[in-house]
Nanobody, 115 residues
Framework: QVQVVESGGGLVQPGGSLRLSCVAS????????MGWYRQAPGKERELVAR???????SYGDSVKGRFTISRDNAKNTAYLQMNSLKPEDTALYYC?????????WGQGTQVTVSS
């Protein structure tokens, strides 16, 4: 079993920044990819950013240039630095961890961008 816990969400004004953290713990001996996804009310879950063990990254089009994903392999932790936040970034942000053709999701952390 692998447990995934996200943290760092909150309320921020437009133009502000937040940093999300995702920690994976348990029996995953070699995590491959870690990714952030988000889901707003009435919308489908979408990819925000993803990073492989070798630090190859990919981003959703709407966050390119504003968000940065990074990871600490020794700590099985991924980070999402979010800058220049917009009201449309408001969503529940989930972390997904992948290893050996298996996946685990966290419960999500809420990000609200509003004045």
């Amino acid at each position: 079993q692998v447990q995934v816990v996200e943290s760092g969400g909150g309320l921020v004004q437009p133009g502000g920044s937040l940093r999300l953290s995702c920690v994976a713990s348990g029996s995953a001996s070699s995590i491959n990819a870690m990714g952030w996804y988000r889901q707003a009310p009435g919308k489908e879950r979408e990819l925000v950013a993803r990073i492989t063990r070798g630090d190859s990254t990919s981003y959703g089009d709407s966050v390119k240039g504003r968000f940065t994903i990074s990871r600490d392999n020794a700590k099985n932790t991924a980070y999402l630095q979010m800058n220049s936040l917009k009201p449309e970034d408001t969503a529940l942000y989930y972390c997904k961890v992948s290893w050996n053709l298996m996946n685990a999701w966290g419960q999500g952390t809420q990000v609200t961008v509003s004045s």
